[in-house]
């Protein structure tokens, strides 16, 4: 396997934590994002969203974070990604898909860059842009995380899985633009969980080959 990855998207951060909890290697391949390499002819044809990841499966090209780990849970069931049960499974699903749909995309790269320009927006308009969306998305998730039975030391239950492989490339996001997250105390408890855990530490964006100072 080839994975072409940035080390500082979220998307990408994804499938590392993904490929380390498997213990699946993966040749890494960077597109540096910031350089525009995503949009170059030879990147676009593998992936003609010229976005990251892409994770190519001997000829095959895979797109898209989340149907790639659903791809890596099938082809290497253990440890699971997802639970058991039909229930489980969606409620996993509802809580990866309110970080990955509703989260994510508004403080997406492409789309700052959107926000100023062409739109002129000014950096303190961007700034509280990605406030408002990352607040309101996280206070969404800490309400469902704290009241649900079947939250465990991680997202769903006591191992992590698909939710938790969203979950903290989101909150590094936030870190990063200085998005306060006190008033998420069980987002917090699962994130330091993580911090403590190797696969996800082997994941992190200050471990990749191309962070740069400051990941």
Request: charged fraction near 20%; aromatic fraction near 6%.
């Amino acid at each position: 396997m080839k994975i072409f990855d940035y080390y500082r998207s979220s998307a990408a951060y994804r499938l590392r934590i993904a490929l380390a909890l498997k213990g699946i290697p993966a040749e890494q391949v960077s597109c540096h994002l910031r350089h525009g390499e995503q949009h170059s002819p030879a990147y676009r044809r593998l992936n003609p969203q010229g976005l990251v990841p892409s994770l190519a499966v001997g000829e095959t090209v895979l797109t898209q974070s989340l149907a790639i780990l659903e791809y890596l849970d099938e082809t290497h069931p253990e440890p699971p990604l997802l639970p058991g049960d039909a229930l489980g499974r969606a409620r996993v699903r509802s809580l990866a898909q309110l970080i990955a749909c509703d989260i994510h995309p508004l403080n997406n790269l492409r789309v700052l860059k959107y926000l100023k320009d062409p739109l002129g927006q000014s950096q303190a308009a961007i700034d509280a842009w990605i406030g408002h969306w990352t607040l309101e998305g996280f206070a969404a998730l800490e309400t469902r995380l704290a009241r649900d039975s079947d939250t465990g030391s991680w997202c769903h239950g006591n191992t992590p899985g698909l939710a938790d492989c969203v979950l903290i490339p989101q909150l590094y996001n936030a870190r990063r633009f200085s998005v306060p997250l006190e008033a998420f105390p069980t987002l917090l408890r699962i994130d330091a969980q993580a911090a403590a855990h190797p696969a996800f530490h082997a994941a992190h964006p200050a471990q990749q080959p191309d962070a740069e100072p400051g990941a």
